[in-house]
Structure formats: C-alpha cells, structure tokens
C-alpha cells in the first residue's frame, strides 16, 4: 500500500493520497486548498483515483473536490447527510473497496452531523473528530458537545488499538499516532460521564 500525506492549505490541512500500489487504485481523503502537490503525485505515481473521502463536508476538507475530479474521474464519497456533491453516500458501518484497498464508514457526528471516519488497512482517517493529542472543535455551526462525547467514548475508544491515526489536521506534537497512544495521553478521551465531559468541553 502507497500512503502519501500532505500539509497543505492555510490551516495546515491534511490530504492523504492512498493506493494498492504503483499504477493501482487509490483513493484521496480530504483535498484541502492548494491541491497541486497531490495532483503532481497522482500523475508520479501513475495512480487511479477511483474516489474521494470527505470526512466531513467543511470548506478546508473538500476545497479540492472539483480539481480532483475534473483530473481523475473520482467519485466523491461522503456521509449521506453532508450538505456536498454525492456520488456515493455512506453511513455508519458501511463499507467499500478501491482496487484491493478495502474502506469500512464509522459515522462520528460532534464537530458536524456528517463526520465519518474511514478505517483501511491498519488505518483510520479522522478529520476533525480526532486529532494527535485533542479533538475538534463542537461550537461550529452542525457541532453537537454531547454527540461528541458518544463519538469519541463510545466509538473512537472502541476502535483497535493498533490503528494508526491520519488526523484532518497537522495540530499535535507528531503528524500520526494511533488509537492505543491516544487513548492512553489524549485528554479528550479520558474516562468522563456525558456530564463531566460536557462541563470539560464547556471549560
């Protein structure tokens, strides 16, 4: 498997170029602004796009869709109750594949209604629910503190250990992590009923 992450954008975004291999089906997560560089490695590495994952529909995290997929053809995936462009609209515990790259869907609504997480092959992509050392923001327009609080200790914690974080965000003291790290020294994800997770977010 081929993962490529960018630091792209304004907001130090991102976007993941993931592939079964050289000249194989591959996937882009999240193209941010500034998508050049991702374009330049899809040509290099001879990939086909076969889709592109929103993991949420903020501006920072599809800016790039179109560019996408006016050079390759990809189809964009998101949660079915994202406000964007569909051509494959997903929900919690669907799956798909991109050549031999097989995606399961992990429905994590808190910063928006329509967060997903995507978890591939040792992997789970994040975006804004889950970032190296925090979590996103709840007090943006679609942002809900108490379905934030069954995301990330319901759902997060109950992901394997072993996966490695690809968070939305270059906002933590490393670019990836993984769950059995986070969980263990990201606060955010400390042990809290719904009450003391709410006055801790409200803090």
Same mark, same amino acid.
């Given at each position: 498997?081929?993962?490529d992450?960018?630091?792209?954008?304004?907001?130090l975004?991102?976007t993941?170029?993931v592939?079964?291999?050289?000249?194989?089906?591959?996937?882009v997560i999240?193209?941010s602004?500034g998508i050049?560089?991702?374009?330049?490695?899809?040509?290099?590495?001879?990939?086909?796009?076969?889709?592109?994952?929103?993991t949420?529909?903020?501006?920072?995290?599809?800016a790039?869709?179109?560019?996408v997929?006016?050079?390759t053809?990809a189809?964009v995936?998101?949660?079915r109750?994202? #406000?964007? +462009?569909?051509?494959? /609209? !997903?929900?919690?515990?669907?799956s798909? =594949?991109?050549g031999?790259?097989?995606?399961s869907? *992990?429905h994590? #609504?808190g +910063?928006t209604k329509? /967060? !997903?997480?995507?978890?591939?092959?040792? =992997?789970?992509?994040?975006?804004d629910?889950?970032? *190296?050392?925090?979590?996103?923001?709840?007090?943006?327009?679609?942002g809900?503190?108490s379905?934030?609080?069954?995301s990330?200790?319901?759902?997060?914690v109950?992901?394997?250990d072993?996966?490695?974080?690809?968070?939305g965000h270059?906002?933590?003291?490393t670019?990836?992590s993984?769950?059995?790290?986070?969980?263990?020294?990201?606060?955010?994800?400390q042990?809290?009923?719904?009450?003391?997770?709410?006055?801790?977010?409200?803090?």
């Amino acid at each position: 498997m081929i993962l490529d992450q960018f630091r792209i954008g304004p907001l130090l975004n991102f976007t993941y170029l993931v592939a079964d291999g050289e000249g194989g089906d591959a996937v882009v997560i999240d193209p941010s602004f500034g998508i050049d560089p991702v374009l330049a490695q899809i040509d290099e590495r001879r990939v086909h796009v076969r889709y592109i994952l929103n993991t949420h529909s903020h501006t920072d995290h599809v800016a790039g869709n179109q560019d996408v997929r006016q050079r390759t053809g990809a189809k964009v995936v998101a949660h079915r109750v994202a #406000p964007l +462009h569909q051509d494959l /609209s !997903v929900g919690d515990g669907d799956s798909f =594949h991109a050549g031999r790259l097989a995606f399961s869907v *992990v429905h994590t #609504p808190g +910063h928006t209604k329509d /967060s !997903v997480l995507y978890v591939f092959e040792g =992997h789970v992509a994040t975006g804004d629910t889950l970032f *190296v050392g925090e979590c996103g923001r709840t007090d943006l327009p679609g942002g809900d503190p108490s379905e934030m609080y069954d995301s990330l200790l319901h759902r997060v914690v109950a992901l394997d250990d072993a996966l490695v974080v690809l968070p939305g965000h270059d906002y933590g003291s490393t670019p990836t992590s993984t769950i059995g790290r986070e969980k263990a020294e990201n606060y955010t994800l400390q042990p809290r009923t719904r009450e003391e997770f709410l006055r801790f977010l409200a803090e």
